[in-house]
């Protein structure tokens, strides 16, 4: 079944704002791009603004639905890794280039409170799924965990970029498996 063209704009957006830069994106580039016409794109979206927010959100949709399918899948105490290998995965298939809401953060902090704030939540979201992992997983005695694995998983959204997929997503997976072995070794 071929995409609705709404679909069909959103996954170019999302595809040329992530290469190129959401204010280097121009609407004509979009359209152009998607084969479609201008008309079409604010029959289904407002303003490029919107566009933006519609990318980020379905992005993020499919990104915490991986997320959420692995720590169901995983195996008893094991959600956190299994969410740290899942956040692996998805800067392989989708952000070998960094982490799309990091670069939406930095380009519409002074432009848009609505896109920076949809970005900023969306990296809340990751962190209160590592804080449910790790209380699945029995470790919520740890203070500051899931905020560490945070920082490590966010780590790597740069790393991959600087160091190469493999040793970022292998040095990501070290420092995630030190610090959940710390917080094993402790008593509650």
């Not at 980020?56 to 169901?72: P, T």
């Not at 809340?124 to 740890?142: F, I, S």
Request: glycine fraction near 6%; aromatic fraction near 6%.
């Amino acid at each position: 079944m071929p995409a609705s063209k709404r679909d069909q704009l959103l996954a170019t957006a999302e595809r040329l704002f992530y290469e190129q830069g959401f204010h280097a994106t121009g609407i004509d580039r979009i359209v152009a791009a998607a084969g479609v016409v201008r008309m079409t794109l604010y029959n289904h979206f407002a303003s490029k603004e919107a566009l933006v927010a519609a990318v980020l959100q379905a992005r993020h949709k499919r990104f915490v639905a991986r997320l959420d399918a692995a720590m169901s899948a995983a195996a008893p105490g094991e959600a956190t890794r299994a969410l740290v290998d899942a956040h692996g995965r998805w800067l392989e298939a989708y952000s070998r280039h960094g982490c799309i809401m990091a670069k939406a953060m930095g380009e519409f902090a002074e432009h848009s409170t609505e896109i920076h704030a949809l970005a900023t939540a969306a990296k809340h979201d990751l962190l209160a799924r590592l804080e449910a992992a790790v209380a699945c997983d029995g470790l919520n005695h740890h203070a500051g965990l899931a905020r560490r694995l945070f920082m490590v998983l966010e780590g790597s959204n740069t790393a991959v970029v600087l160091l190469g997929m493999d040793t970022a997503l292998a040095d990501t997976r070290a420092v995630a498996d030190i610090l959940l072995e710390a917080a094993r070794s402790e008593t509650p």
